[in-house]
């Protein structure tokens, strides 16, 4: 099974420690309610963790793309659109992860894009709550 099989059966069974190992060591989560990336497994693996838990419901993958597209650090990867399709609360969510792998095939970027417009305030509140309670963002991030 590959690495980007392995992590969508992991992420719908909801088996977050099967995350972990499958994002190489200085990985980087770009999220759509942060400029600068997450950075490192243990980190992801919270966000991870806050988003299937915590602000997505009925979260489920419903396409794939692969291709090759440029990282953050202007290297071609092997790259895989995952299309999903989630609720939070009453609002319905689509949206698309970017996963992009480094030469030992471990998921170096990851990039999350959804919409519409009008959900990305519920989810960023949601996503900054559980990630302040989690320790991984300070508590003056929760009036932002």
């Given at each position: 099974?590959?690495?980007?099989?392995?992590?969508?059966?992991?992420?719908?069974?909801?088996?977050?420690?099967?995350?972990?190992?499958?994002?190489?060591?200085?990985?980087?989560?770009?999220?759509?309610?942060?400029?600068?990336?997450?950075t490192g497994?243990?980190?992801?693996?919270?966000?991870?963790?806050?988003?299937?838990?915590?602000?997505?419901?009925?979260?489920?993958?419903?396409?794939?793309?692969?291709?090759?597209?440029?990282?953050?650090?202007?290297v071609d990867?092997?790259?895989?659109?995952?299309?999903?399709?989630?609720?939070?609360?009453?609002?319905?969510?689509?949206?698309?992860?970017?996963?992009?792998?480094?030469?030992?095939?471990?998921?170096?970027?990851?990039?999350?894009?959804?919409?519409?417009?009008?959900?990305?305030?519920?989810?960023?509140?949601?996503?900054?709550?559980?990630?302040?309670?989690?320790?991984?963002?300070?508590?003056?991030?929760?009036?932002?």
């Amino acid at each position: 099974m590959s690495t980007v099989d392995t992590f969508r059966a992991a992420v719908e069974a909801r088996d977050l420690p099967a995350l972990e190992p499958l994002f190489a060591a200085d990985a980087r989560f770009y999220s759509p309610m942060k400029f600068t990336p997450f950075t490192g497994r243990a980190v992801i693996r919270t966000v991870f963790g806050v988003l299937l838990t915590q602000v997505f419901e009925d979260f489920r993958y419903t396409g794939e793309l692969i291709g090759s597209a440029e990282t953050a650090a202007g290297v071609d990867a092997e790259s895989h659109l995952l299309v999903f399709r989630a609720a939070v609360g009453d609002k319905q969510v689509h949206g698309i992860d970017l996963i992009q792998l480094d030469e030992q095939g471990l998921i170096q970027e990851f990039t999350v894009m959804i919409r519409p417009g009008s959900v990305l305030g519920a989810v960023s509140e949601r996503v900054v709550a559980g990630l302040v309670a989690e320790g991984v963002l300070p508590a003056s991030a929760g009036g932002r």
